[in-house]
């Protein structure tokens, strides 16, 4: 699979009457009824939100058949110091397309800081920086990304698509991605056994 890591341009919301809840920051979790079965069971970092759409990356999904040292072997990388970190399935659109969600400790003039934990950056010189042992302290590489258009993430979450739960490093960096649907749900105190499709959402 030919990937790629390109600048990434976010919209970031400018207008002060956006009547939404900002929820950029956060994590989505994918209710029990969730009918698009690529986020099953998904727990998505939201990197951007506003009246214009919004963009997160899947945190708890994994490609079996690439690895950091992989994805820097096509990208034509010296491998360096790169373990054998997983890729992410960051999400249906785009999926040639690499991210890397980590510690705002590391922060380029292409990097979107997301607020004082988080950041965003999707170019090469962040996987050269990893490489080399230069690069962010935490961090999770994904291809692929979530992408809603205007109004869209608003009315999925009004439906009950989606819960809304705030992140935490092990939850977003953690490895035991397996279990981070039922973590996430249980921060809110509720378990999957007591969701359905008409719960409310929080």
């Not at 990434?8 to 009457?17: A, E, K, R």
Request: glycine share 10%; charged share 20%; hydrophobic share 45%.
């Amino acid at each position: 699979m030919k990937t790629s890591l390109a600048n990434l341009t976010i919209c970031v919301m400018s207008d002060d009457d956006w009547n939404g809840s900002d929820l950029t920051g956060t994590l989505l979790v994918a209710m029990p009824s969730m009918g698009d079965q690529r986020f099953a069971r998904s727990v998505i970092f939201l990197c951007a939100h506003s009246r214009d759409g919004a963009m997160g990356l899947v945190v708890n999904k994994v490609l079996d058949d690439l690895t950091l040292p992989s994805l820097l072997e096509q990208l034509s990388l010296d491998r360096g110091s790169a373990d054998d970190e997983p890729i992410h399935f960051g999400g249906p659109v785009e999926t040639s397309r690499g991210f890397v969600l980590h510690s705002a400790d590391y922060v380029q003039e292409s990097t979107l800081v997301i607020n004082d934990q988080m950041a965003l950056t999707a170019t090469v010189e962040v996987l050269k920086a990893i490489a080399g042992g230069e690069g962010p302290e935490r961090k999770v590489l994904a291809l692929g990304y979530a992408g809603w258009s205007a109004g869209q993430l608003d009315a999925e979450i009004q439906a009950n698509g989606w819960l809304s739960v705030p992140a935490d490093d092990e939850l977003v960096f953690g490895a035991e991605h397996e279990h981070k649907w039922e973590r996430a749900l249980a921060k809110l105190g509720v378990s999957p056994a007591m969701l359905s499709g008409e719960a409310g959402h929080a």
